[in-house]
């Protein structure tokens, strides 16, 4: 079945940093990465814990400590005439960003490694494709680890973006290095105002050494923060697929219940507006285990709606339970989201609403148990899913 699928081939080629962080990934893991089982939730929260504050300290240090050289001679030279200021204030700083880049990027990949291996992911699974030939976990955590959005796949004809504005596509938000520069700026300007050029004899100048490692520490967060989406997710998504979402349940089903399971998925792709790892893992899984292998319009949300209507409520619950799972795996609600999934809920809009929520914050924190547990109680199955 799974040869039908042309995934691989519609992926977007990966761009050369992802390329680099994967290879770097696959080769620190190789020599570092353990296989463990994972550890009960309390535990893993600890360790994750842990780990998240090493990597914020290192962060903080790689941007504060780089950030010293370039902010001494912009200091030293600053009677200097205009052309020899300007030399002393670029040049430094972008020899020692490429330093900052070097060892924030080797801070990332060890904490990434620590935390998949945390989470039960060994050095076994660093070359196993994940889509039918397609994507690999280093490829994932790359991603993850340097902020690198998810490429756009095409597959069934589900358009991820089909909801947003072609104008907002076009905005990719602000640069992480203007971010910081903006907010030196402003500190600076804040303190000259009330405190003048010098602060206990030291340059006011030498704010950007404090505010560049505590930028550092917020993308290290941020990284790290959706490291533990995905590898949770990843986990959830296996049991979902071995313990409920099995062949035997979905082929009982009636086959507008089968078609719908795609739909469920296939519109919380569209409502989140991205190819998230993890819904993707789960769509090709429910493509395989229903034989739908060609292009239709599956993201089609009022198709989706309506068919819910004809579905008997055991079904339907089904539905909706799978549509919050789907929709929890970003770690967030959507504008989309908010205004499309009431459509669907109906008068159990809050209680679901609020169940995404609960998931993704079980998935952020690492309580990789406790948000299994929770589909187990959801999609009402007579298995019991001891923590």
Not at 117 to 137: A, I, K, N, Q
Not at 352 to 357: F, K, L
């Amino acid at each position: 079945m799974s040869k039908k699928y042309t995934l691989g081939l519609d992926r977007p080629a990966p761009g050369i940093l992802e390329r680099l962080g994967a290879k770097a990934f696959r080769s620190f893991a190789s020599r570092r990465m353990l296989h463990r089982p994972t550890p009960s939730d309390d535990v893993l929260v600890k360790e994750l814990r842990v780990i998240t504050w090493i990597g914020a300290f290192l962060a903080f240090a790689a941007g504060s400590l780089t950030t010293v050289p370039a902010v001494y001679l912009q200091v030293i030279h600053d009677g200097d005439p205009f052309a020899e200021r300007m030399f002393w204030m670029f040049v430094p700083t972008i020899v020692m960003t490429g330093v900052e880049f070097a060892l924030l990027f080797y801070t990332t990949v060890w904490c990434v490694v620590r935390v998949a291996e945390e989470t039960g992911h060994g050095p076994d699974e660093l070359d196993r494709p994940l889509f039918l030939g397609s994507d690999s976990l280093p490829n994932l955590l790359s991603r993850a680890a340097l902020e690198i959005p998810d490429p756009v796949y095409q597959f069934l004809g589900i358009d991820p973006t089909k909801l947003v504005p072609q104008k907002t596509l076009l905005i990719i938000g602000i640069i992480y290095k203007i971010k910081v520069m903006a907010t030196n700026a402003l500190v600076k300007l804040v303190l000259m105002r009330f405190l003048g050029n010098t602060v206990m004899r030291m340059s006011v100048a030498y704010v950007a050494v404090v505010i560049t490692g505590i930028w550092n520490s917020i993308v290290l967060w941020r990284v790290l923060r959706e490291t533990r989406l995905r590898l949770s997710g990843h986990m959830l998504v296996r049991f979902l697929t071995t313990e409920i979402i099995t062949p035997e349940r979905i082929h009982s089903m009636p086959p507008l219940a089968r078609e719908a399971t795609v739909r469920a998925v296939a519109n919380a792709v569209v409502l989140t507006q991205n190819y998230h790892p993890n819904m993707l893992l789960l769509l090709v899984r429910l493509c395989e285990i229903t034989g739908i292998d060609s292009p239709g319009d599956y993201d089609e949300w009022d198709r989706f709606v309506e068919i819910l209507g004809q579905l008997e409520p055991e079904d339907r619950e089904f539905q909706l339970d799978l549509l919050s799972i789907a929709a929890a795996f970003d770690g967030k609600l959507s504008k989309f989201e908010r205004n499309y999934l009431p459509q669907a809920f109906g008068p159990q809009t809050d209680w679901y609403m609020n169940r995404i929520r609960v998931l993704s914050r079980l998935m952020v924190q690492g309580r990789i148990r406790a948000a299994i547990s929770h589909c187990f109680e959801d999609f009402n199955t007579d298995v019991t899913f001891t923590r």
